[in-house]
Structure formats: C-alpha cells, structure tokens
C-alpha cells in the first residue's frame, strides 16, 4: 500500500512517523504522532478474540431470548442468523480499515480522514455522547444485584443507595484500566472464559431438563406474528444492541502486535462465536418454557429476569443461583471492557481536535490514557443522573453505533475511489468483495436505525445532528478548507440524519404510519444507497483536495 506523507511545515524526521493515510490536522501533528507511538503492542489473537467476545456478550443474553420471542415467537431464530450475517458485512469494512490503518480509537478517525472535519465532528460527537452506553451495564448490573439488595433499584432506576453503588462501580472498572493494556487483557480473559461457560452451561443444562415437542409450529406456527416481525425483532426484541460490539478489537488495532493478519480474524471470531450462543439461548428459551405460561401465545411470555426465573420454574435452583451471579458478572465484563473502549475514543477524539489536547496524553509507563479515562467516568457518571434505567440508555445509545458504522463504510469507499483515481488497483491489506460490501451495510446500518422506530430515533439523531452546531463553535481556521467546502464535503450526512429523522415520524416502526409498509423500507434503502454514492464522491474530492502527496512505498 502506499505511503502518505503530510505537505506541511513539519521536518523531514516529524513526517517519516506520520501513519499511513493520515490528512493534515495542524501543527500538533507531530505531538499525535508521538503520543501514538507510546501504545504498547501487546495483544494477540486470543486477547482481541475475547476483547470482541466479551464486548459482545454483555447484558444482552440474559433478556433478548425472551423479548425476541415475544416479538417475532419462533422465527426470532431468523432474525439471530439475519443479524450475525449483517453485523458481519459491516465488520468487513470495518476490518479492511483495522488492517490497513491500525490506530488507537481508529473508529473515530477514520471519518474524518475520508469526509472532513464536519463528517468528523459529527461522527466524534455521538461517540462521546455513546461513552454513556457503559452506564447501561452498570445499571443492569444494579437491576439483577436488586434480586439481593432489593434497596438498588427501583420503579425502573436506580434509587439514590443504587446510584451510589453504581458510581463507586464505575471507579473500580476505571481502575482496573488504569494501569496497563497487558494486564487489561488477562484480566478480560479471565472473565471471558467464565461468561462463555455460563452461557453454555444455561443452554446444556435447560435442555436436560426436558423439552416440549412442537414449539416450532404451536402456538400459531413458526411465525406467529408475521415474518415482519423479524425485522422489528432485531431492534425491539433487544438483538440489534446484543450483538453490537464486534467493533472493539478495531479499537485496540493500534495496540496489536500483527494487525493485518489477527484483527480480521478476532472480530469475524467474535460474532460467530457469540450468534452461536445466542442462537442455543433462544432454543433453549422457545423449548423448555411451561406449557402453562403460553396460553396467551409468545407474547404472553413474560419474566423480570428471563433465564433465572425460568430456571426457578423448572427446579434448576443451583442454576438460578449461577445465574444471578453472572447477571452480575456479564454486564460487569462488558462494562469492563467498554470503559477500555471508550478511553480510545476520546484518546482519538482529543486528537481529532474535538476534545482539548490535554486528553490525548499517553502515560508513558503503562501506555494507557489515563485522561480520557477520567473525562469518561464523568461522563457515565452524568448519564446515570437522567436515565437510571438500562433501557433508557440503551434506546439512544445503538444508533449512535450503528451511524459510526455507516461513517465507515464511507470512509472505506472513498479510500478505495481515491487509490484508483492513484491508479493503485490493489493496496496491501485489502478484503476481497468490500467494493460491493460497503454500500450494501451503509444500506443495512441505515436499516437498523430506521428500525429501532421514532421513539428512540426522536431523541437519538437530533443528538447527533447537534454535532454540526458544535462543529461551527469548535471550528478553528488553520490555512485549510474554507467553511462553504467543508460543509459541502460533509452536507451528505445532515442530510441523511434529517431525512431518516422525517422517515421515521412518517414509517410505520413506531411512527405516524402515513408512509405505509413495506414501502418505508424500501425508501430508506433507496435513499441509503444514493447517499451513499454522494457521500462517496465527496470523500474521494475531500482527499484529492487534500493537503497529502503520495510517496513510495
């Protein structure tokens, strides 16, 4: 792959270190630089394997089996498949940029490379208003400690002792990424290994207990509901936000010992592993329910803490008595590693220039970024104050990924477009079929957003449009684009975040219904894929214009 180097005032020595495919920023490029090369390259495959993993099985399998069924009843199996394979198209994008640019908190900067600062800002705003995801997991974590300490939570939030405890938790998960990647990720193995085993010791143990015949076709057949109802599945029935998380051994890219070849492979890892799971969960679920709780169908289905209290009903009290236990330990293991997460984030975000300098700084003893470590404790701090409830968090939360993850599908297109406007026809480090991968999972991102429906997206994207206004504060004139280019360079995505915003108070996903189904889906996609190729055809432009010159290899 080709090299880039940087036309500004920097000395030849300053540039030679500048990574790959890096734009301008401004005279601080050296110090980014710098403070990039203290990360410390100490995670393999198993360690980015379980990172992805763990990030993935959080909170999400102890409540999804039971809300999808009673969504969509037995076809909810589809709609796990559905989302394994969409989630793994979009991680193929995302795995080409891993691969091929390796940076701490790549995630974040990988749109600003490709669409500017607008793009950037934006796309670096929901990932900072996103930190307040790990709130989610704590709160669960309260929820299912209440079974014990019934003090911690109630009405559906936190009481004033629970969110004490609650803040004295986020101090301790800040702690333990205080000090280094190393031991960061042999404590999150430890934790993997036992959240895999509970799991499937769930799905072993429920299946011994005995099983009803004919759940895939009683109770008003496979699909009960209509095989709509998958689609609602995947963001009502909680799958969407389950099998989110893939994305974290991306983030930690830039602390692999050998990217290339061990990021692909942890990430396509994780989600196979963690849909094989959740697929035997919903089995588990859909068979061993009583006969006497389906009288009023799935939809009648219906318990505080699905799998304990289904393991109470059969008898299995050493197994309710695990489970409480893990329903402590799962969303403390995502919530562990999330902080992890969201310190690369803002570490990449200070160094977008959306956050001050001041938290770019890498300790240089334990590689960590202990600044944005604390911007973000107080940030899953504040969030614990308004929402309380994981649900509430939650809701806002998933779209927020999923538009990082159309950014990026961006991002990768117009990288390709500008290396054949190069006449490079094949860069180092590229995975086959992402020409065609990209805009289907910008389509497929966009999708799920639409899904989700108007009650989250109402609160949701006008956050995130909320971007541009910090965008021309924050905007600084530095000798590059003027303020007219770069708000043509990223008017793409205002445009976008606007016109799903319209969709959905007219779709049918909670909204007015005035544009009925299919129909609405249907023009979500259409509109998707042109504003993908715009989106596309400005970021190629954005990196011709650049101040960047090739240089050889």
Not at 187 to 200: A, G, M, Q, R, T
């Amino acid at each position: 792959m080709a090299r880039w180097a940087f036309v500004c005032s920097c000395t030849t020595e300053e540039t030679s270190h500048v990574p790959q495919n890096h734009p301008p920023e401004s005279s601080a490029a050296p110090a980014v630089v710098a403070e990039e090369r203290r990360l410390h390259k100490d995670l393999g495959f198993w360690g980015l394997t379980a990172i992805g993993f763990s990030n993935i099985l959080g909170s999400g399998w102890l409540f999804a089996a039971m809300y999808a069924a009673q969504t969509a009843g037995p076809a909810a199996l589809l709609s796990w498949i559905g989302a394994g394979v969409l989630c793994a198209l979009i991680a193929l994008v995302m795995v080409e940029l891993g691969a091929t640019r390796p940076e701490g908190g790549g995630t974040v900067r990988w749109p600003l490379y490709a669409s500017g600062r607008l793009v950037g800002t934006m796309i670096g705003w929901s990932v900072l208003l996103s930190v307040g995801g790990t709130a989610a997991e704590i709160s669960a974590i309260m929820q299912y400690a209440a079974h014990y300490l019934p003090g911690l939570y109630s009405g559906g939030t936190l009481t004033v002792s629970g969110l004490a405890v609650a803040v004295a938790l986020s101090v301790v998960l800040t702690v333990c990424n205080w000090f280094a990647v190393r031991i960061f990720a042999r404590l999150n193995n430890l934790i993997s290994v036992f959240k895999v085993v509970v799991p499937v010791l769930t799905i072993v143990a429920l299946f011994l207990s005995g099983t009803h015949s004919g759940r895939l076709t009683d109770h008003g057949g496979f699909a009960p509901y209509g095989y709509a109802a998958c689609l609602t599945a995947l963001a009502g029935g909680g799958i969407v936000y389950s099998v989110n998380g893939f994305q974290a051994p991306l983030d930690f890219s830039g602390e692999a010992r050998n990217p290339r070849r061990t990021v692909p492979a942890a990430v396509l890892t994780g989600i196979g592993l963690a849909v094989l799971v959740y697929l035997g969960l919903q089995l588990a679920f859909l068979f061993t329910v009583p006969e006497s709780l389906l009288g009023h169908g799935w939809k009648g289905v219906n318990f505080e803490s699905p799998f304990g209290q289904l393991a109470l009903v059969l008898n299995l009290h050493w197994l309710a008595t695990l489970l409480y236990a893990d329903a402590v330990i799962s969303p403390g293991g995502s919530a562990y590693v999330g902080v992890a997460i969201d310190a690369r984030h803002t570490y990449a975000l200070a160094k977008n220039g959306l956050l001050p300098r001041f938290f770019m700084r890498i300790h240089p003893r334990s590689g960590v970024a202990r600044r944005a470590l604390l911007l973000n404790l107080a940030v899953i701090v504040v969030f614990m104050l308004p929402f309380g409830g994981w649900q509430d968090i939650v809701s806002v939360m998933g779209d927020m990924y999923l538009l990082i993850y159309a950014a990026s599908a961006v991002a990768v297109a117009a990288f390709r477009a500008h290396d054949r406007e190069r006449g490079v026809t094949r860069a180092e480090g590229r995975m086959p079929g992402v020409r065609w991968i990209a805009p289907v999972s910008f389509v497929v991102a966009s999708e799920f957003v639409y899904w989700s429906g108007w009650h989250d997206l109402r609160l949701a994207l006008p956050f995130v449009l909320a971007g541009a206004v910090l965008f021309l504060f924050q905007r600084r004139e530095d000798g590059g684009a003027s303020l007219g280019e770069e708000l043509r360079r990223g008017a793409w995505l205002v445009f976008h975040l606007a016109a799903l915003t319209v969709l959905s108070w007219l779709g049918t996903f909670g909204g007015s219904a005035r544009l009925p189904a299919p129909y609405d889906t249907v023009v979500v996609g259409v509109l998707a894929l042109a504003v993908f190729v715009w989106a596309v055809r400005a970021g190629a432009r954005h990196l011709r214009t650049s101040q960047v010159s090739a240089a050889s290899p």
